[in-house]
């Protein structure tokens, strides 16, 4: 009698204690395209070639930490970004963000190639003037 | 006449690009600038090492603070710390923040190397450090009696970075 009532009181625990596992899901196992995503993007600011999802360092374990949590919390990825930005200036997204003092950076090299196409198909013409 | 200057035209623009493209070359990237500078220290609260309490962002009023993120595990933060004290002995505020350290040998190190802080407050979880923007040890930040931060370096506190770059930001009141 003792065996079985204790037997049907562990039983009746796990049936609890199951879906409350399945409910505390970690957000990089539910979400984890991403997650991975995400950390591909952030530079870890330690071996600064790598990124998040890459590195061992204590810093990109801390980082991964923290975007779990801002995920868990429901932010955006853009949201996310931003955060860490805020604390640790642009340099820890790999992506240069489009804004006024990148412009050059992200436009430059295009402006430079139409400049010398012009230049060069003017120069060619007029050489043909010419002659 | 022109069309022959205006042939000068990608040269210069060369010139100049090629001017900071080589300034760059001596930007060192391991010194990230202090994103935050200038605002308000983020507001946080830390048990204290070795003492009941704790040692939050409201102690940061009132008078010029260095904090210095520091651990045992910290190699470089041994050959800060005589000049930390001396700091400390001619009378500038020093809050300690035990960066993913252990207590216990967080303690030990003090006992060994010497105390300059006021309070040192513990980051086990570098959840802290994150907020500030830490990302190694040891770094030191400048914060003013109004409790912004003014200044960041990441690496040895050495007299030389003391006088260049930390004092001239200090004003007498």
């Given at each position: 009698?003792?065996m079985?009532?204790?037997f049907?009181?562990?039983?009746?625990?796990?049936?609890?204690i199951l879906?409350?596992?399945?409910?505390?899901?970690?957000?990089?196992?539910?979400q984890?395209?991403?997650?991975?995503?995400?950390l591909t993007?952030?530079?870890?600011?330690?071996?600064?070639?790598?990124?998040?999802?890459?590195s061992?360092?204590?810093?990109?374990?801390?980082?991964?930490?923290?975007?779990?949590?801002?995920?868990?919390?429901?932010?955006?990825?853009d949201?996310?970004?931003?955060?860490?930005?805020?604390r640790?200036?642009?340099?820890?997204?790999?992506?240069?963000r489009?804004?006024?003092?990148?412009?050059v950076l992200w436009?430059?090299?295009?402006?430079?190639?139409?400049?010398?196409?012009?230049?060069?198909?003017?120069?060619?013409r007029?050489?043909?003037?010419a002659s | 006449?022109?069309k022959r200057l205006?042939?000068?035209?990608?040269?210069?623009l060369f010139?100049?690009?090629?001017?900071?493209?080589?300034?760059?070359?001596?930007?060192?990237?391991?010194?990230?600038?202090?994103?935050q500078?200038?605002?308000?220290?983020p507001i946080?609260?830390?048990?204290?090492?070795?003492?009941?309490?704790?040692?939050?962002?409201?102690?940061?009023?009132?008078?010029y603070?260095?904090?210095?993120?520091?651990?045992?595990?910290?190699?470089?933060?041994?050959?800060?710390?005589?000049?930390?004290?001396?700091?400390?002995q001619?009378?500038?505020?020093?809050?300690?923040?035990?960066?993913?350290?252990?207590?216990?040998?967080?303690?030990?190190?003090?006992k060994?190397?010497?105390?300059?802080?006021?309070?040192v407050?513990q980051?086990q979880?570098?959840?802290?450090g994150?907020?500030?923007?830490?990302?190694?040890?040891?770094?030191?930040?400048?914060?003013?009696?109004?409790?912004?931060?003014?200044?960041?370096?990441?690496?040895?506190?050495?007299q030389?970075?003391?006088?260049?770059?930390?004092l001239?930001?200090?004003?007498?009141r």
């Amino acid at each position: 009698m003792r065996m079985r009532e204790i037997f049907v009181y562990l039983s009746l625990l796990l049936v609890f204690i199951l879906p409350l596992q399945l409910h505390a899901a970690s957000v990089e196992q539910v979400q984890p395209a991403r997650y991975q995503a995400l950390l591909t993007e952030l530079r870890c600011l330690v071996c600064q070639n790598q990124d998040l999802l890459e590195s061992h360092a204590p810093l990109a374990d801390d980082l991964k930490e923290k975007v779990k949590q801002l995920m868990q919390a429901g932010h955006s990825d853009d949201e996310i970004r931003q955060y860490l930005v805020k604390r640790y200036g642009d340099f820890i997204l790999f992506k240069p963000r489009l804004q006024s003092t990148t412009w050059v950076l992200w436009f430059g090299p295009v402006i430079f190639l139409v400049v010398g196409c012009v230049a060069a198909i003017v120069w060619v013409r007029r050489s043909h003037g010419a002659s | 006449m022109i069309k022959r200057l205006l042939l000068l035209v990608p040269l210069m623009l060369f010139v100049i690009i090629a001017f900071f493209l080589w300034k760059g070359l001596s930007c060192s990237p391991h010194v990230l600038p202090l994103a935050q500078q200038g605002k308000t220290v983020p507001i946080f609260s830390l048990p204290r090492l070795g003492e009941a309490g704790s040692v939050d962002s409201k102690l940061f009023r009132g008078h010029y603070h260095l904090l210095n993120v520091w651990a045992s595990w910290c190699d470089v933060c041994v050959q800060e710390q005589g000049f930390l004290i001396h700091l400390a002995q001619t009378g500038v505020k020093i809050v300690g923040m035990n960066y993913k350290d252990d207590p216990a040998t967080a303690l030990s190190f003090l006992k060994t190397f010497g105390n300059p802080y006021i309070a040192v407050g513990q980051d086990q979880t570098g959840q802290v450090g994150i907020e500030l923007g830490v990302y190694g040890a040891p770094e030191t930040f400048l914060i003013s009696p109004e409790g912004r931060l003014l200044e960041r370096y990441a690496g040895e506190m050495t007299q030389v970075v003391w006088k260049t770059l930390f004092l001239p930001q200090m004003h007498e009141r």
